[in-house]
């Protein structure tokens, strides 16, 4: 695979910058507002609540149970301990515009 086949590393730096840039708000602002969003966010998930974002998509919590793994090199039988784990199922819009990205639909997530 090329470099110019790798997807692009989008920063939160970039998608402040391009918020800035739209809503014509300072910056600092905007970078306080989606700071803030994502805490919002951790601590939803780490009390084990389910975030719903109407077409958008769903971010859940859920449990992985512990289970016997093998290590494929030295065929060692391994414990994989029990864990939570964050678990993200796409919206229908989202869903589309990602399957079709070029077409211009009026799907928006309000």
Same mark, same amino acid.
């Given at each position: 695979?090329?470099?110019?086949d790798? %997807?692009? /590393?989008? /920063?939160?730096?970039?998608?402040?910058?391009? &918020?800035?840039?739209?809503? #014509?708000? /300072?910056? @600092?602002?905007?970078?306080? &507002? @989606?700071?803030?969003?994502?805490?919002?966010?951790? =601590? =939803?998930? *780490?009390? #084990?609540?389910?975030?719903?974002?109407?077409?958008?998509?769903?971010?859940? @919590?859920?449990?992985?149970? #512990?289970? &016997?793994?093998?290590n %494929?090199?030295?065929?060692?039988?391994?414990? *994989? %301990?029990?864990?939570? @784990?964050?678990?993200?199922? *796409?919206?229908?819009?989202?869903?589309?515009?990602?399957?079709?990205?070029? &077409?211009?639909?009026?799907?928006?997530?309000?």
């Open positions: 695979m090329e470099n110019s790798l %997807p692009k /590393t989008v /920063t939160k730096r970039e998608l402040v910058q391009r &918020i800035s840039d739209k809503s #014509g708000q /300072t910056k @600092v602002l905007v970078r306080s &507002i @989606v700071q803030q969003f994502l805490e919002e966010v951790s =601590e =939803e998930l *780490v009390s #084990g609540n389910r975030l719903e974002f109407r077409k958008f998509g769903v971010f859940e @919590v859920r449990n992985r149970p #512990g289970r &016997i793994a093998q %494929p090199k030295s065929l060692e039988k391994v414990v *994989v %301990p029990a864990k939570r @784990v964050v678990k993200f199922k *796409v919206g229908n819009v989202l869903k589309k515009r990602v399957e079709s990205p070029k &077409i211009n639909d009026d799907n928006s997530f309000d």
